[in-house]
């Protein structure tokens, strides 16, 4: 059984940091390129970053460069997003997902993040 299980969400003031985790199991973790998307009330899910499956490259969405960091554990199966700088408009649950193929993709339940004074 797959599962991507998110952590470190939480209620943070307007330039505070978070680091937010997956846990992934069931799946051979270093052979998937992972996401973190984000999803805020009202609006679509959009990407925030990407990292490939040996951590070599990495991607930003716009709105997070420099303040983001994606990185991933292959001995540990986690990937992290290292969120500093937050603002208001960061406000939203953000989702772990792994991509392998059209079939071998998987989410996780997500995580809150709230960026409020």
């Known amino acids: 059984q797959v599962q991507l299980v998110e952590s470190g969400g939480g209620l943070v003031q307007p330039g505070g940091s978070l680091r937010l985790s997956c846990a992934a199991s069931g799946i051979t973790f270093s052979r998937y390129a992972m996401n973190w998307y984000r999803q805020a009330p009202g609006k679509e899910r959009e990407l925030v970053a990407t990292i490939t499956s040996a951590g070599a490259s990495t991607f930003y969405a716009d709105f997070v460069k420099g303040r983001f960091t994606i990185s991933r554990d292959n001995a540990k199966n986690t990937v992290y997003l290292q969120m500093n700088g937050l603002k208001s408009e960061d406000t939203a649950v953000y989702y772990c997902?792994?991509?392998?193929?059209?079939?071998?993709?998987?989410w996780g339940q997500g995580t809150q993040v709230t960026v409020s004074s």
């Open positions: 997902y792994a991509h392998r193929s059209s079939v071998y993709n998987y």
